[in-house]
C-alpha cells in the first residue's frame, strides 16, 4: 500500500476498532443493568417508572450526553431512588468517556501498584515494604535487594504480611504470606507486586467487618484552577472468611462531611440491607470516627498530583488511629453507588462538553 495512504488506512481501522469496542460495551453495560434492575422489581424492592418518565431519561441521555446509549445507568438510577434527577451522570459515561480525559494519559497509571507510594512522595500512611518488579526485589528508596536479604526485609519483626499484585481489582491478586511459609520462588511467579504491611484497623470496625480490613473510598475531584475538593465516599465491608475484600462484599453510602452512613447497605445486586447479614450490626445512626481527618488526609495526598482530577482513595483508620492509605485508583474509581445516592455530584465538572471531543484529545 503507498505510503500516502497508510495515515487514513489506519485511522479508519483505528475509528471502526474503537466503535465495535464501545458498541460492545454498551451492549454488556445495558444487559448488566437490566438483569440487575429486574431483580430488584421482582423482589419487590423497587418498582418500574412510568413510561413518559422513561421516555424522559432517554432523551435526556441523547441530549446531555450524546447517545441513548447511556440511558441504562439513569435508568436504573431513577428506578433505585423512585425518581429522576436531572445532573446524574451514568457510570458508563463517566468511565468510558470522561475518565480519560479527566486523568488525561495518567488515567491508569494507579494500576502499577509498586509505583504509587513513589507518586505521593514517601508517605508513612502508605504501608508499602518492598517492590517485585521485573524480577528484581526494590526496597523503599528504590535500591534493589538480593534475594537472600528479602525475608528479613519483608518481615522483621512481624510474622505476615499482604502482597497485592499489579493490573488487579476487586480483591483479586492479593494474598498474604507468614514468614514461616515464606517460598521467594513460589511468590515471584505472581510478576510485579507490592508488599505491604498488615494493617490492623480501629476496633470501631470490627462489628461492620470482622474478617477483611474494612475499606472507605474516599473520591476526591480538581476542577481546573482550583484545590481538590470531596465528591462523595462509601466504605466497603466484607464477610465470611475472605480477608480481602472483593466482590463478595457489601457497600454503605456516607452521606455526608461528617461520616454519617446511610441506614442501610448494597450488595453486589444493589440490594439494601438495613444490618450486617452476619453481624446483625445495624447501619443506621453510625458515624465513621475521625472522618474530617480522614477526607483532609486523601486531600493533601490528591493535592501532591494536579495531573489527576479525579482520584479514589482506599483508607481506614488503624488501632494507632493513623489514617492508612491502601491504594489508590485512578482508572476505575467506582462512583455509581456515590452518585446514585448523593448526587448529583459532577455538575461543576461539566463532563457532558467531552461528548463532542475524540479520545485524541486526550493526548494532545
Same mark, same amino acid.
Given at each position: 500500500?503507498?505510503?500516502?495512504?497508510?495515515?487514513?488506512?489506519?485511522?479508519?481501522?483505528?475509528?471502526?476498532?474503537?466503535? &465495535? !469496542?464501545?458498541?460492545? +460495551?454498551?451492549? $454488556?453495560?445495558?444487559?448488566?443493568?437490566?438483569?440487575?434492575?429486574?431483580?430488584?422489581?421482582?423482589?419487590?424492592?423497587? #418498582?418500574?417508572?412510568?413510561?413518559p418518565e422513561v421516555r424522559r431519561i432517554r432523551e435526556y441521555a441523547h441530549?446531555?450526553?450524546? &447517545?441513548?446509549?447511556?440511558?441504562? $445507568?439513569?435508568? +436504573?438510577?431513577s428506578v433505585w431512588n423512585g425518581? +429522576? #434527577?436531572?445532573?446524574?451522570?451514568?457510570?458508563?459515561?463517566?468511565?468510558a468517556v470522561a475518565i480519560p480525559f479527566i486523568n488525561g494519559a495518567y488515567h491508569k497509571i494507579c494500576q502499577a501498584r509498586s509505583l504509587q507510594r513513589r507518586?505521593?512522595?514517601?508517605?508513612? &500512611?502508605?504501608?508499602?515494604?518492598?517492590?517485585?518488579v521485573g524480577g528484581e526485589w526494590f526496597d523503599l528508596t528504590g535500591a !534493589?535487594?538480593?534475594?537472600?536479604?528479602?525475608? &528479613?526485609?519483608?518481615?522483621?519483626?512481624?510474622?505476615?504480611?499482604?502482597?497485592?499484585?499489579?493490573?488487579?481489582? $476487586?480483591?483479586?491478586?492479593?494474598s498474604f504470606e507468614t514468614r514461616e511459609?515464606?517460598?521467594?520462588?513460589?511468590?515471584?511467579?505472581?510478576?510485579n507486586f507490592v508488599v505491604q504491611r498488615l494493617i490492623r484497623q480501629a476496633e470501631w470496625f470490627d462489628p461492620l467487618s470482622p474478617a477483611a480490613v474494612a475499606t472507605i473510598r474516599v473520591a476526591t475531584g480538581k476542577v481546573s484552577g482550583r484545590p481538590p475538593h470531596a465528591v462523595g465516599a462509601f466504605i466497603r465491608l466484607g464477610f465470611g472468611s475472605e480477608r480481602a475484600i472483593g466482590k463478595a462484599s457489601i457497600e454503605v453510602p456516607i452521606l455526608d462531611t461528617s461520616g454519617v452512613l446511610a441506614p442501610y447497605a448494597v450488595n453486589v445486586d444493589w440490594r439494601r440491607y438495613p444490618r450486617h447479614p452476619e453481624t446483625g450490626k445495624s447501619f443506621d445512626?453510625?458515624?465513621?470516627?475521625?472522618?474530617? #481527618?480522614?477526607?483532609?488526609?486523601?486531600?493533601?495526598?490528591?493535592?501532591?498530583?494536579?495531573?489527576?482530577?479525579?482520584?479514589?482513595?482506599?483508607?481506614?483508620v488503624d488501632r494507632d488511629g493513623a489514617v492508612r492509605v491502601m491504594e489508590f485508583n485512578t482508572a476505575h474509581p467506582e462512583t455509581r453507588l456515590i452518585e446514585m445516592v448523593t448526587g448529583p455530584c459532577f455538575r461543576e465538572f461539566g463532563l457532558e462538553r467531552y461528548k463532542e471531543m475524540t479520545r485524541n484529545d486526550v493526548w494532545a
Open positions: 500500500m503507498p505510503a500516502a495512504f497508510n495515515a487514513p488506512y489506519r485511522r479508519l481501522v483505528n475509528r471502526t476498532r474503537d466503535r &465495535s !469496542r464501545a458498541k460492545a +460495551f454498551q451492549l $454488556w453495560v445495558k444487559g448488566d443493568v437490566d438483569r440487575h434492575m429486574a431483580r430488584l422489581i421482582a423482589a419487590g424492592d423497587v #418498582r418500574p417508572l412510568p413510561d441530549e446531555v450526553f450524546g &447517545s441513548a446509549a447511556y440511558f441504562p $445507568w439513569l435508568h +436504573f438510577y425518581r +429522576f #434527577r436531572e445532573g446524574w451522570v451514568p457510570e458508563d459515561y463517566f468511565q507518586l505521593i512522595g514517601d508517605d508513612p &500512611s502508605m504501608p508499602d515494604i518492598a517492590y517485585f !534493589r535487594v538480593g534475594r537472600g536479604c528479602v525475608p &528479613s526485609m519483608l518481615f522483621g519483626d512481624a510474622n505476615e504480611v499482604c502482597i497485592k499484585a499489579e493490573q488487579t481489582i $476487586w480483591g483479586r491478586g492479593v511459609g515464606f517460598d521467594i520462588d513460589r511468590v515471584e511467579r505472581q510478576g445512626g453510625l458515624v465513621i470516627p475521625e472522618y474530617d #481527618r480522614i477526607v483532609a488526609h486523601c486531600l493533601a495526598l490528591h493535592d501532591r498530583l494536579p495531573q489527576l482530577g479525579f482520584v479514589g482513595w482506599d483508607v481506614v
